[in-house]
C-alpha cells in the first residue's frame, strides 16, 4: 500500500515562528501536493510539485513556500506564520500522468496546525 | 470554469438505510470525477472515480456513483448504511483535459449514521 506520512499530528506555534510541514511518500511517485482543509471549504491547493526541485503555485500560495531536493520528500515551509494560517494541512502524492490512474491522489494524515 | 457543488453539508441516516450524498458540476468538457472520504483523524481515501467509461462506477465498501450529464450530476449511493461509514465525503473534479495533477474538491458532506 501507498504510504504518505507527514511529520507532525499536531503543531502549535507562534505569530511570527518560521514553521516547516514535512511529508514523505514511499511509492516512487513523481508528483506531490500540499492542500488546506478548512470547514466548508473542501481542501484548497497550496503548492504542488512534479518533479525533484520542480513547482508550481495552487489557489492558495500566498505565505507559503515549498522545498522538493528529493523524490520522496516535499516540504511546506510558512516563512512568518500567521493566525489564519491555522487549519489542518494535507499532503497528498500521486502516480505521474498516462499510468491509467488519472486523478488517483494518496494522502497522508494531516498537520493539524494552531499559530497563537 | 471548473467547480463541484455538494448540495449537503451533513446528512444523517439510520443504520440499515439507503445513502445518497449529491453533487453538481460544471465543467466545459467530459470531466473526470471522484469521491474521495475521511474518516475521522485518518487522510483522504479514494471511493470511486468517473473517466468516461461505464456512467455506473462502482467503489469500495459497497458505494457507487451514477455520471449523468444531463442533470450534471454524480450522485454517491449506498444501498444499506453501516456505522462505519460515518465519515465526510467530498465530490472531486479534475478539470484539466491533459493532466490529472489538479483537483477542485467539493465543500464537503459529513455522514452521520445513527444506530
Known amino acids: 500500500d501507498v504510504k504518505v506520512t507527514q511529520s507532525s499530528r499536531y503543531l502549535v506555534k507562534r505569530t511570527g515562528e518560521k514553521v516547516f510541514l514535512e511529508c514523505v511518500q514511499d511509492m516512487d511517485h513523481e508528483n506531490m501536493f500540499w492542500y488546506r482543509q478548512d470547514p466548508g471549504l473542501g481542501l484548497r491547493l497550496i503548492y504542488f510539485s512534479y518533479d525533484v526541485k520542480m513547482k508550481e503555485k495552487g489557489d492558495i500560495p500566498e505565505g507559503y513556500s515549498v522545498s522538493r531536493e528529493k523524490k520522496e520528500r516535499f516540504s511546506l515551509i510558512l516563512e512568518s506564520a500567521s493566525t489564519n494560517q491555522t487549519s489542518m494541512y494535507l499532503c497528498?502524492?500521486?502516480?505521474?500522468?498516462?499510468?491509467?490512474?488519472?486523478?488517483?491522489?494518496?494522502f497522508g494524515p494531516g498537520t493539524r496546525l494552531t499559530v497563537t | 470554469a471548473q467547480s463541484v457543488t455538494q448540495l449537503d453539508s451533513h446528512v444523517s441516516v439510520s443504520e440499515g438505510t439507503p445513502v445518497l450524498l449529491r453533487c453538481n458540476y460544471s465543467?466545459?468538457?467530459?470531466?473526470?470525477l471522484f469521491w474521495y472520504v475521511q474518516h475521522p483523524n485518518k487522510g483522504l481515501q479514494l471511493l470511486l472515480k468517473y473517466t468516461s467509461a461505464a456512467t455506473l462506477v462502482k467503489g469500495i465498501n459497497g458505494f457507487e456513483a451514477e455520471f449523468k450529464k444531463s442533470e450534471t450530476s454524480f450522485h454517491l449511493t449506498k444501498p444499506s448504511a453501516h456505522m462505519s461509514d460515518a465519515a465526510e465525503y467530498f465530490c472531486?473534479?479534475?478539470?484539466?483535459?491533459?493532466?490529472?495533477?489538479?483537483?477542485?474538491f467539493g465543500s464537503g458532506t459529513r455522514l452521520l449514521v445513527r444506530p
Open positions: 465543467s466545459s468538457y467530459s470531466p473526470s
Open positions: 472531486v473534479v479534475s478539470p484539466d483535459r491533459d493532466s490529472s495533477y489538479k483537483l477542485i
Open positions: 497528498a502524492s500521486s502516480p505521474q500522468d498516462g499510468t491509467g490512474r488519472r486523478g488517483e491522489q494518496y
